[in-house]
């Protein structure tokens, strides 16, 4: 079509034209859909037409038709613009078949949504993120009005003239009494009308209004509406039998609720800091704020705030959910499933006190905001626990109730469990059913017995009816015909997988594959330990004294804690006897048996022990040390690491990977993961030892902000903080206000009487028992055992075992090299010293005063090490107190009147932070494409599992392979111990032929014993594109397998 003198090759030019865009614009960035809805064109043909725009920045260089206005925003930040970034060929072909699914029918109550399956790794919250901003600006569709009108205006022309009502009218506008106009508007409003007042109802809404606008809270004319919605309904009661069916029921509940354009995102809690952080990298946020150049309000994160004014890493805090009114307008909101728990409980609560959930008290403060608003969109990310739990669990039967016109589930694994295990398919077909009901699919997910009575009350009675109704059509139709390996049973399990699910599998894109290592660690069995048990085999009996040889039945109750009380020690004692009893009998039955199980359990209770576990941990933690070191001494022989990612390589899955040409400059960032926490724990103890603290990050369960912090530390090789002005000791900023210097400070004297504060890390050791006779010691000298198995140089870091009077010695010199040049006299003068002095003389030395002022230095004496001794310890802020009133006290405390943390300003500090020791059940759904070893502590034998995990690493913004490697443990016997057990088990393999050459295959994760059966395998995988094997019809991954992706744009 010719415009002027131009051809308008595309919808995209017709948009500029109209908006005037020079040809660097984009149209998108100044209309969006629900924008272009607004629009009234004179031609069907035009308005067709600009449905669809081209997208120009797909990852294969071609341009692709996609429903307006695009993907705005989307890897359009510096970083991504300088990387080249654009979505995959794949993504766009997921993007359609979710437009589709969204699109299919727009009635209200109809299925809108479904699960988003791309295998793990394939950047699933990218393509969620692309649908929603996809979509930003549209409201739900609006529940038609389930009551006649003409009805009603007969009813309102009886009302307006009979004073009887009057009742029901100040009823509807009992929320707005607070004001000052009530009085007034109250009078103006009662019934009868002898003039031509409000001559219909809606002419009564508007005039309440248009007069309350300015004068009560937006939240008190939003009940105000519902009550009016309740009126109208009351007035036509014969449409009674309209809320006899679930939709008429959703009807009138939606009705009530808040419509938003808000996309409602509910995640595990540690995966909040990797949807914060995705946003802020990929959103280019201004382009949906209220004014160009604004990216504020847009994002809100439970715990943080606007996405806009947020700090990296996360800074998570408690904090109460906005209002809704303060909600509605975001594009997006993200929760954590804890936040829903809290909801879930708060409402339950409040169900117990009969409030509602939709007005909740008299002013609407009550309930939960969540459940108050009908929102455009809920996805619930890493979905597959919807259907773990069962349908009554708190978090699942919080997230069913929430109301949306969309529903989305994204899951990489959408049924768990291990392929192989019986009972799979069983579990698998319970799990879908239950991600069916969290959809509302039409035919297996909704509830169709419930009364209005049921759903305005809160009785759960009828709403488990529902379900359970929902549950035995799926059973009857599905579930029992396909275990019965019946064709129509997969048939229809194969029609409702195709209507809800999105998929593509890691074999359709090129991702460098994951290189899969078995490192071995050998743990010697002490040689008396082996002894012992050879003579106990030998003898054929085993004594008491021979449970503490082999260091086996709870060893630490052999010794009695003589600072306990009888009664203690007594208990102690029972328990004692009872273990020792419980492992005769384990003991004497294996006697029985024979020789070598005799041999074998004994040996197996000494491996069980903590001595030995303690081994194992030290052995594994050495091996992984070795390893990183090694990995970044062979990093800068290659010339170092890219520190800037954005001068890094792009995506290796868009870049065709060549391991040939493939030249590794990524800085090493290793993951350690166990499924066992205290196995995990043991092993970060061995590390904190090695590495500096600055090395480490943990994501272990806990408190939701510190794993975001955590995450967000070793991710961003950063952190946040402010230096003491007075110690200059580093306090982290992790959301919380900084007010008091938590570093620890020592009270210590030396030999001359002197007084002062000291750093730990001036500790040069604890003085023992051998050193205790020098002339210049002070203090009490500290046991060899004090501190375990840690030398009496590390003293300093074991602040678990300080004790008041303890003798050290330590590096006293001022200036120190490795420390700032402490304040003189004169300025501690000007903070208030003399007054510290006072109450230090008033306490007599015992109360928490002092101050961190110049050591007791003399030219002629060695203050490398000087001998104190300890006298207490507490956080620099208790020592430098404000001053204040104490009312507890009823006297003045406190004398620092000098600069504190609170006139600190905010810093961001480099670390080198390589090391991550991650919790298995905070694994999923993480996103560390940048990570460059994973190290498994034990073996995964679940294929599913190691596959989840694998992909934590191995996924789309990978640049390169990842390895995993599992540490395998093994134990080592003397050489008689050795010879011995070969003798009475002659069949027994020989030790070294016991060592693990574990292969695995790539495309489904199963293990085998070694590298031929394992490459004999992957020639007949079912999940190899390449292989002809078949798989069992009535299997659910055959199901999958028939699954084909979405077909390509």
Known sequence: REVGSTTMSNSNDLLDLFLRINEDGDSSDFLTLHDLYQLRSISKRTFSALKTVEYTRCRDGCDYAVPFPAYPGILCTESDRKLGAGLFTHQLASLAAMHKAENNSVTFGSLRGGILGDAPGLGKTITMLSLIVNTAGLRPVEPKEFYDKQTIDEHWKLMRVNPVFRTEILKSIKPLRESSSYDELAKYVSPPYTDDRFPTLPSFERHVNRNMANK??????????????????????????????????????????????????????????????????????????????????????????????????????????????????????????????????????????????????????????????????????????????????????????????????????????????????????????????????????????????????????????????????????????????????????????????????????????????????????????????????????????????????????????????????????????????LLGEKISHAQKVGAKTFFDTLLNEHIATTDFQSKVDTCQGEYIENAIKRERKELEGRGGAIADLNSGPLTAASDHFSAETFIDRRPVKAVVYSSSSSNLLDVLEYFYDKFDNANIAEMMQGNIDVMAYELGRFRLGQKEGKFCPICNGWNEYSGKELSGCKNTLLEVSDAAGNVFLIESERILRAIGKEDRDRADCVG??????????????????????????????????????????????????????????????????????????????????????????????????????????NHLRKKQVGWYTGPTLVHEEIETVKEDVFILALDASLAHGLDLSFVTHLYLLEPIGDAALLEQVTSRAHRLGATGPVTIETVNVWHELDPSTKKFRKQIASNLNDEDQKRTSTAICEHCYRSFDNITLAEEHEIRCDRNPDSSAEVPLFHLSSVYRDLRPPPPM
């Open 216 to 581: 009560v809270p937006r939240a008190q004319l939003e009940l105000f509406r519902r009550n009016v919605i309740n009126f109208k309904a009351g007035l036509d009661k014969r449409n009674r039998r309209f809320f006899c069916n679930d939709k008429g029921r959703r009807i009138v509940f939606e009705r009530n609720l808040v419509p938003c354009s808000t996309t409602l995102i509910i995640v595990p809690d540690a995966l909040l800091e990797h949807w914060a952080e995705q946003i802020r990298r990929h959103v280019k946020l201004d382009v949906f704020g209220d004014f160009p150049g604004s990216d504020a309000g847009v994002v809100y994160i439970d715990g943080v705030g606007d996405l806009s004014s947020a700090r990296f890493p996360l800074n998570h805090r408690t904090m109460d959910l906005p209002s809704l009114f303060e909600l509605v307008n975001y594009l997006m909101v993200v929760v954590p499933f804890s936040r829903i728990k809290q909801q879930y409980y708060l409402r339950k609560r409040r169900r117990k006190e009969d409030v509602d959930d939709v007005t909740g008290g008299d002013n609407g403060t009550e309930s939960s905001p969540l459940l108050q608003m009908r929102w455009f969109r809920i996805v619930v990310d890493e979905g597959h626990e919807l259907g773990e739990n069962e349908a009554g669990n708190d978090i699942t039967a919080f997230i069913n109730v929430l109301a949306a016109e969309r529903r989305w589930v994204m899951s990489g694994t959408p049924t768990t469990g291990d392929e192989d295990s019986k009972g799979f398919n069983d579990v698998g077909l319970t799990q879908l059913q239950r991600l069916l009901l969290f959809l509302r699919h039409e035919e297996y997910g909704t509830t169709k017995v419930e009364t209005l009575e049921t759903q305005s009350s809160g009785s759960s009675s009828g709403r488990k009816q529902g379900k359970a109704k929902a549950k035995s059509e799926w059973d009857t139709m599905v579930k029992i015909p396909f275990l019965n390996q019946q064709d129509a049973g997969r048939e229809e399990l194969f029609r409702v997988l195709r209507e809800v699910m999105v998929m593509h599998k890691k074999e359709d894109i090129g991702l460098p594959k994951p290189v899969f290592k078995q490192g071995e660690v050998t743990v010697h069995i002490p040689q008396e330990v082996g002894s012992h048990i050879v003579n106990a085999v030998k003898t054929g009996g085993i004594f008491t004294d021979t449970y503490e040889k082999l260091t086996i039945g709870h060893r630490e109750s052999y010794h009695e804690d003589p600072n306990s009380s009888e009664s203690d020690r007594q208990i102690q004692r029972l328990i004692r006897q009872r273990r020792i009893h």
């Open 780 to 885: 009490n000298p500290v046991e060899m055992n004090r501190l375990g198995e840690a030398p009496l140089n590390k003293y300093g870091i074991s602040k678990k075992a300080w004790k008041v009077g303890d003798a050290l010695c330590i590096d006293a010199r001022d200036p120190h090299p490795l420390f700032r040049a402490r304040l003189s006299e004169e300025q501690w003068a000007a903070y208030g010293s003399a007054r510290c002095k006072e109450l230090v003389a008033i306490d007599g030395g015992e109360g928490v005063d002092n101050y961190f002022g110049p050591l007791p230095c003399e030219e002629e004496t060695n203050y490398g090490q000087l001998m104190v001794s300890l006298r207490k310890w507490q956080p620099c802020g208790k020592f430098h107190g404000k001053p204040r009133w």
